[in-house]
């Protein structure tokens, strides 16, 4: 029995090892890693692996606009991570898991901080240039009431 335990531990912890496993981030940052990232490496790390299809300055192109902060008020208005996503932390937790780089590589941490903090500056949603754990919990979204919530 105990060998069998062992045997299931260990399936469970080298699968997830294996399989990269990308943690959850939860919606008030709690979970986020404990690194940090910066605006202006950002800007370059999008330039690079994000404005071919998302334009020079997420205009959007082949892909969405990522920038946007006009108040989603009527139809004519895009939805964009400005306007419309409700946490920040989650457009952490997106780019970590949806995201990879030029060679096909999932994003450090360090540069998911880094694209983060970039694509909040260009929604005027950060100020600054180093952006950490705490920074990107602090920050509310402009819509983060906009939403009906079932679970009431
Ligand atoms: C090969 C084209 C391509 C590249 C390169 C690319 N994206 Fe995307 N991205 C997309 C498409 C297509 C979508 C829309 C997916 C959907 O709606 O399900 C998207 C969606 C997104 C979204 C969500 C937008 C929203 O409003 O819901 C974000 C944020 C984003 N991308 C950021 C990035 C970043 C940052 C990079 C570079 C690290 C990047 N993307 C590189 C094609 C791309």
């Excluded at 500056?121 to 402009?142: A, H, Q, R, T």
Aim: hydrophobic share 35%.
């Amino acid at each position: 029995m105990a060998m069998l335990n062992i045997l299931i531990f260990s399936l469970i912890f080298y699968s997830s090892v294996i399989c990269n496993e990308i943690t959850t981030i939860e919606i008030d940052g709690s979970n986020l890693p404990e690194t940090q990232g910066e605006v202006s490496s950002g800007k370059k790390i999008f330039k690079i692996n994000c404005s071919n299809c998302h334009g020079y300055s997420a205009e959007g192109l082949t892909a969405p606009e990522l920038v946007g902060s006009q108040k989603l008020s009527g139809d004519n208005v895009s939805k964009t991570v400005g306007n419309y996503w409700p946490y920040a932390p989650k457009i952490f937790d997106y780019l970590k898991r949806a995201k990879r780089n030029q060679n096909d590589e999932y994003f450090s941490d360090q540069d998911i901080y880094s694209i983060t903090g970039y694509i909040l500056k260009i929604n005027d949603l950060f100020e600054g240039e180093v952006i950490d754990k705490k920074k990107l919990s602090e920050i509310i979204m402009p819509n983060r009431d906009g939403f009906i919530n079932l679970s009431n």
